[in-house]
């Protein structure tokens, strides 16, 4: 959690028998088995995600449906199917929101409290690999094996920056007050060290005329450009 309280635990079990995740607190030992729901599972190869008010926690397994839960109780609050493997789940701040992102290259941001997909994050061309809600939960940013890193409007779902890189980046984060975010580099030789890099997380956003500017160093090829891609570095 991210008052360093609490830890989600996996039990990966078998693809059968898919194990319990539980909401371990850290001074006390004490153990939330949180209810199951998910037909696969919760998946061991990712972390589980809390909000950042700490009162829930998501998880999500690869057979495309994804839960969020109460980090007290273990009781589901809420079970999303987005009908591909999921790669990556973060809870917005309050936890009222889900975002979750998949290999299908799409991400979607669930309401909690109907199951109504409220935001769909379209623009990557292969599999999104990692994903997180901003502190104030008003961006998102994702990394995809695109070779692209974004940053997406949560509201709307508008593309705000596009990064591209000459291979696919690993996790993303953002700093504690949202005004940068860092990416981990994904070498594609074995045995050679990777990278974080760094960045300002959107400085020309709210300036058409600046945003093409930034982007021009980063900008991807013309002939593998989306249509959204193309009208941003446009200016239009």
Known sequence: SYDDTRVALIDGGTSAAPGPTVVETIATGQ?????????????????????????????????????????STGRLVRHVDEHSEITAVDLSPDGSRLLVASSDSRATIWDVATGRPLVS????????????????????ITAGLDDTVRIWNARTGQVQRVLSFTDDQGPVVFSADGRQF?????????????IVRVFDT??????P???????????????VQTPLERTVLAGS
């Open 31 to 71: 153990a939330v088995t949180l209810q199951k729901a998910t037909p696969c599972g919760v998946n061991d190869g990712d972390t589980p995600a809390f909000s950042r008010d700490g009162r829930r926690v998501a998880g999500a397994g690869f057979c495309g449906y994804a839960d969020v839960w109460d980090a």
């Open 121 to 140: 994050l379209i623009g990557h061309t292969r599999a999104i690999a990692a994903a997180a809600f901003s502190p104030d939960g008003s961006l998102v």
């Open 182 to 194: 860092a990416v981990g580099d994904n070498p594609p030789v074995p045995g050679v060290p990777g």
């Open 202 to 207: 959107c400085p020309e956003c709210q300036n």
């Open 209 to 223: 005329g600046g945003l093409v500017l930034l982007a021009a160093p980063f900008a991807i090829p013309p002939s």
